[in-house]
């Protein structure tokens, strides 16, 4: 069973950073991609970033190009987004997903998530 856990959240003032961890604690083999997502309050949830297991391929969304890496730690079973130049819209929970045979934005892609973590950046 796939548990996703999300760490690394919390408050941080505009312009700054925050790095966001996912660990896989319960698969005993990886998943084929992992992604981000993010929901702000009264939206929908939007994809942030994704990345594959096996390769270097990463795809971002257009809103965070330039400003978010994201990466992953094979031995640790972990992904992470480095969020750098944070902005008020920024703000949202933000969650991590598993995917076994898809690489993309869509959420409908993933089938394993995270509880999410809160990030709010003050203006």
């Known amino acids: 069973q796939v548990q996703l856990v999300e760490s690394g959240g919390g408050l941080v003032q505009a312009g700054g950073s925050l790095r966001l961890s996912c660990a896989d604690s319960?698969?005993?083999?990886?998943?084929?991609?992992m992604g981000w997502f993010r929901q702000a309050p009264g939206k929908e949830r939007e994809f942030v970033a994704a990345?594959?297991?096996?390769?270097?391929?990463?795809i971002y969304a257009d809103s965070v190009k330039g400003r978010f890496i994201i990466s992953r730690d094979n031995a640790k079973n972990t992904v992470y987004l480095q969020m750098n130049s944070l902005q008020f819209e920024d703000t949202a929970v933000y969650y991590c997903?598993?995917?076994?045979?898809?690489?993309?934005?869509?959420?409908?892609?993933?089938?394993?998530w995270g509880q999410g973590t809160l990030v709010t950046v003050s203006s």
């Open positions: 319960g698969r005993t083999f990886r998943m084929y991609a």
């Open positions: 997903a598993g995917s076994g045979r898809y690489f993309g934005p869509s959420t409908m892609g993933y089938s394993d």
């Open positions: 990345i594959m297991w096996s390769r270097d391929n990463t």
